[in-house]
């Protein structure tokens, strides 16, 4: 128990990715599970980075009297991974949001059970 | 300096908690750009300016304006910044926990 | 031939280039492009097979320094036939659904559509060919945006509904797949599959390190990678997004995309952790479970449905099962279910064009007491579709019956153990109900589209001959017949190529 308060950042990491996760399933809204989506991908950013992190080392920004020591840095490869996470959870979101609004307007109504509900209801008539 | 620490991520903790139980759209849509801000502060304690201009750019600005153009594009805000609840007027609610 | 080498890397680029041209250009420019790309990949990929059947495998470094400091692909014979396939299935389902394309989709988005199939053709040749698992993610993420974008360039409700089902499973699946690439890279520190193995291996060994944090990242990776390609339980978005699209964007989908991610997964137990490892694990058996009851169960939903594309693509659910059975047997089945990811990219195509233009020979309707008889309105149609129908049931001379019987000739080379034999005899016994069920709803289909019409009012129309997909199904149809008749050579190609696979 001790470890999950002495690791804090890695436990409230999880504690997001767990939220985010219960928000995209459990929530009938569309908008809700988007932002829900976007934040269990926040959470697992938030992991991944800690994971670089070294207690009092500085951040890894070169400059004209900075020596290359790699002693005095943190490790850089976790936020380059981080780097490519958050692009593509902005294009995700990009194209989820246009597909709500395309929706919406077919079907006036945010519910995804409903939607589906009229879908079939659709079908059974025609077709 | 850890208390600092601790005191960020516990209102990062309540900022996404709080999105899945407000029921209004344009208030989630607040409350889940204030979380992103947040983060971005927290990148910039774990030494990583990179990955804090990258979240504030993005997330407190690209994602935040994409939720307020589709909300304005299905109609739930109004020039005014008004919330419509169109679906309260058809009898129904959508909104639920 | 050393210039063999620079192959794989030139196809990726190519198909790049490809992507990139598309997008400005028109309908015809655009097609020809396309195609253009995937005969390149189609030749390069045969090229790289018979380099490494002589060779053996190939580590190609792709920067300055060698890994782990910079990227690097490694291929062998395995590679060289799964990147063969590929663009050889992309290219037949284009011209087999070439009429549709033109009809559902409006003129101005037609290159559009052109673009996100190179894009799937580039993201899976690169996930076949990658040795570090950050590269596989970002790949796979591609590959699923442009899936995405498929499945909704018709502008239907129906199927922007099913595009939004999709993603929101699709990118669940992702999540779970990089939580356990973070957990990996958190505990060996490397990011190349080569060098995570050897570490894994120490830490294995070791008995004073806990090797829980291993097994956690070892399941998170494979139900993610089961989420996105199918595997019971959760398979029910199949039926809206396959059932409900164009006839290229359901070939391509259910042929090609599932197994890539299928290949991946293949990729992680045998290069990254390492068979020995994960056998000690036993999370093998939880995949050869699920995918026994996948079998069961898929063929259940499939004999529900009442409209024919959503049978075909419920089948699919079962067809994946079979796949993961194999995989669930460990090295001796992983031939069995290398040749079925053959089998299945091939016969798919075939049934969905087949059954789409049985569906414009019955005037649009998609129900079944709509299809009597329609076989011999559109007779290439009907007999493709009994063909590949044939092969899914398992009729000797097929294809199909050639992987059934590998795999339960390789579920029994080791019985030693009473797990094993156990296991041994639910591949059997889930191998007959499946294949009893398969017969149910395959042949009931068969047998309905050759039933001579008995109402007067009905009126089939004739379906005008269409060159294109009667070139890809004669193409289809007799790779099917020839695998089924001569499979020794592509057997041992997939037993060499799984020896330097590991």
Sequence with gaps: ?127 | MIIFKIFLLVILLICAIAVAFVKDNLAAVVVYMSSSTVMAVVWIVLESPDLAITEAAVGAGVTSVLFFVTLKKIQMIDVNLNTIDRDKKEGDSHEEK | MDFVINLPLFTIIIGFVGVVLTSFLKRKPAKIVAIVCQLIAIVFGILVLIYTLDHGYVNYQLGHLKAPFCNQIRFGPYEGLLSTLVPLVMLLSLFAGDNHTHRDITEEKEHSFYTLLNLILVAIVAIIYTDDIFTGYVFLEISTLSSVGLTMIKNHGRQIAAALRYMLFNLLGSGLFLLGCIIIYGQTGYLSMTFIQNVITDLFNNNNTSTLPLTISFTLVSIGLGIKSGLFPFYYWMGDTYGVNTTTASSVLSGLVSKGYIILLIKFIYRTFGIDNVLKTDLLNILFILGACGMIFGSITAIRQKVINKMVSYSSAAQIGYIYLGIGLGKVGLIAATFHIITHALCKPLLFSSSNRLIDASGKKRKFENLIGTGFADPIAGACFTIGALSMVGCPFFAGFISKYLFITDSFVDISTPTLLLKAIITIAALVVSTLLNTIYYLKTVITIYSPVRDNKVVLKHNHYDVLFIVSSCIFSILIIALGVFPSPIIEIIEEGIKLLG
């Design chain 1, 1 to 127: 128990m001790e470890k999950l308060f002495s690791n804090y950042m890695e436990t409230v990491a999880i504690l997001l990715f767990a939220i985010g996760f219960l928000i995209l399933l459990f929530n009938r809204n569309l908008i809700k599970k988007i932002m829900g989506l976007n934040i269990m991908d926040s959470g697992m950013y938030l992991l991944l980075a800690s994971l670089g992190y070294i207690d009092g080392r500085l951040a890894p920004v070169g400059g004209i009297n900075q020596s290359s020591d790699p002693s005095l840095y943190i490790n850089p490869i976790p936020a380059g991974l981080v780097l490519t996470g958050i692009v593509v959870s902005v294009s995700v979101t990009a194209i989820m949001l246009s597909l709500t609004v395309r929706l919406y307007k077919r079907y006036h109504t945010l519910n995804l059970d409903e939607i589906f509900k009229l879908i079939h209801q659709n079908e059974d008539e025609g077709n």
